[in-house]
């Protein structure tokens, strides 16, 4: 992860960056990962179990790559500088949030295939929300 996007960071005009997010960020994403049922640790390598690869295929390609971060970290920094709002920050997220739905309405590239693996038996109610609780490995 040291490296991981370093070129998309570079387009974006983060030329200091190394990689995506820090030490400690990855540390708690790797860990709900593994949590979730999406990683297994094999030895020193993080390995992707079938549920994380069904899960990776129904998701666009734009979710899944360095340069939608190296754009997030780019916002951010203007945040951080006033040059933005959070609110505009904000506002673009959810724009592109609406734009990815509205192409899988279209493309159907939300299919039943690659959902298939989280659609597993229920296991219970939610204390919460009262919805169902399903296995996912």
Known sequence: MENAGAEDFKEAGEMERKGIGTPATRAGIIEKLVKGGFAER????LVPTSQGMELIK?????????????????????????????????????????????????????????????????????PRCGKSLRRLC
């Open 58 to 126: 129904g998701l666009p390609d734009t979710i899944k790559s360095a340069k939608l971060t190296a754009e997030w970290e780019t916002a951010l920094k203007k945040v951080g500088r006033g040059e933005w709002s959070p609110r505009k920050f904000m506002e673009e997220i959810a724009g592109m949030v609406r734009d990815m739905v509205e192409d899988c309405r279209k493309t159907g590239a939300q299919t039943t295939e690659a959902l298939s693996a989280l659609a597993k038996e229920v296991i219970g109610k939610c």
């Open 42 to 45: 094999r030895g020193r390598q």
